[in-house]
């Protein structure tokens, strides 16, 4: 071998370690919390995001979105799969909903989970300047979000999801 070629490979090497150096170091402080914020459902009760003890399903959603709308169905089913095993799923419609329309919706929908409103967007800033529905957030037993996806999701790959943080 000569010299050249074993100096490709030690700069090779060395680029690979402070590439995954750094890599870790982005994985490790872009970790993203729950934010702290007590919700309000339409039924009165309080949440307190930060006290949730259990894997956590959390979207904005609007009645005037049809994605929203035909997700409905999807978190019915996951609640109803999941809930016994500590699932919570809460939905919280955006500032410009009108309360009615969120009651109404709820009713004819027979949702199941827990629907909180969001009068002043500031559920909707807290978790990062929401503003395309329907957004959804997994989150596990510690507060940590572990997933986000803006529009519709796939109900077998958060089904999956759901299941590996409930283990």
Not at 33 to 39: A, C, G, S
Not at 99 to 119: G, W
Not at 124 to 130: D, E, H, M, R, V
Request: proline share 3%; aromatic share 12%; charged share 20%.
């Amino acid at each position: 071998m000569n010299f050249s070629y074993k100096l490709l490979v030690a700069i090779s090497v060395i680029a690979i370690l402070i590439f995954s150096c750094y890599y870790l170091y982005i994985s490790y402080t872009n970790k993203q919390y729950i934010p702290n914020q007590i919700l309000t459902t339409i039924t009165g009760k309080k949440i307190a995001l930060q006290k949730l003890n259990n894997p956590s399903l959390i979207t904005f959603w609007a009645t005037d979105c049809k994605s929203c709308v035909k997700e409905i169905e999807d978190f019915n089913s996951l609640y109803t799969k999941y809930h016994s095993q500590g699932l919570d799923i809460i939905a919280i419609a955006m500032y410009y909903d009108p309360p009615n329309h969120v009651v109404d919706m709820t009713k004819a929908k027979q949702i199941q989970y827990d629907v909180a409103l969001d009068l002043r967007a500031e559920h909707a800033q807290a978790f990062g300047q929401i503003k395309l529905t329907p957004t959804t957030f997994l989150i596990d037993a510690n507060g940590l979000i572990r997933f986000k996806k803006i529009g519709l999701f796939d109900v077998t790959i958060m089904s999956s999801k759901i299941e590996d943080l409930l283990k």
